[in-house]
């Protein structure tokens, strides 16, 4: 079945520090990828998404590149702020958009 | 728009006892999901449906739970006989399948915290 592996935190940086959270996953066909994030006291959000091979997600100074040939979908950021503390979710749904398939998380705290 | 929003937001309850919560989606989200979060995990897929029909249960799913959405809007999670292997946080989320949209996109509630003791 479908599955996806993070890195194992928990992470902590120093504010302006790049980051690199590592996400691999194993799925049959052209799964769709996300990283979700989760702050502390609330719900899941989206925060970007790859549909396809060689696609780039990005959002708030966030960015992935969905590599079919390795079968990740790292998450790296230049540039991180004590307000990206946060737990950090790799996930894929397969064809049809069904149910998606969660990696373990990653804890990341930023100090200043 | 509102946002998914579950309740209740907490419920402590006894073994042996029935708890049901409910999930209302973004109002025009044909798509509504529940998940199971434990603590230091990530949510785990339990049951999908599409408007009104349940398309797909994990085995996670045992015979003690089940979920409605009676009318393609609202939906309820209901757990009889409730053990302590069921303390955990439920996810709702719901997503939009309709024209050119496939429904990748899906929106979570703030969840509802279960503790069974």
């Known amino acids: 079945g479908n599955s996806v592996t993070q890195m194992e935190g928990p992470v902590t940086l120093s504010e302006e520090a790049f980051l690199t959270i590592n996400c691999t996953y194993t799925?049959?066909?052209?799964?769709?990828l996300f990283w979700y994030v989760q702050y502390p006291g609330e719900g899941l959000q989206l925060l970007l998404k790859?549909?396809?091979?060689?696609d780039k997600g990005s959002n708030k100074g966030f960015e992935a590149t969905y590599r079919k040939e390795t079968t990740s979908f790292h998450l790296e950021k230049g540039s991180v702020q004590v307000s990206d503390s946060a737990v950090y979710f790799c996930?894929?749904?397969?064809?049809?958009?069904?149910?998606?398939?969660f990696g373990q998380g990653t804890r990341l705290t930023i100090n200043p | 728009d509102t946002g998914v929003s579950q309740n209740p937001r907490h419920k402590i309850t006894k073994r042996g006892q029935n708890v049901t919560f409910r999930c209302d989606p973004i109002?025009?989200?044909?798509?509504l999901y529940w998940y199971r979060q434990t603590l230091g995990q990530g949510p785990e897929f339990l049951t999908y449906?599409?408007?009104?029909?349940?398309?797909?249960k994990s085995r996670l799913l045992s015979d003690r739970f089940s979920a409605e959405r009676p009318k393609g809007s609202f939906s309820t999670l209901e757990i009889q006989r409730t053990e302590q292997g069921d303390s955990a946080m439920y996810l709702c989320?719901?997503?939009?399948?309709?024209?050119?949209?496939?429904?990748?996109?899906?929106?979570f509630g703030p969840g509802t915290r279960l503790t069974v003791t």
């Open positions: 109002s025009e989200h044909n798509r």
């Open positions: 989320a719901s997503s939009l399948a309709s024209g050119g949209k496939l429904g990748y996109e899906q929106y």
């Open positions: 996930a894929l749904s397969g064809w049809g958009a069904q149910k998606l398939v």
């Open positions: 449906f599409q408007n009104e029909a349940q398309l797909e």
């Open positions: 790859a549909t396809k091979a060689d």
């Open positions: 799925a049959t066909g052209y799964p769709s």
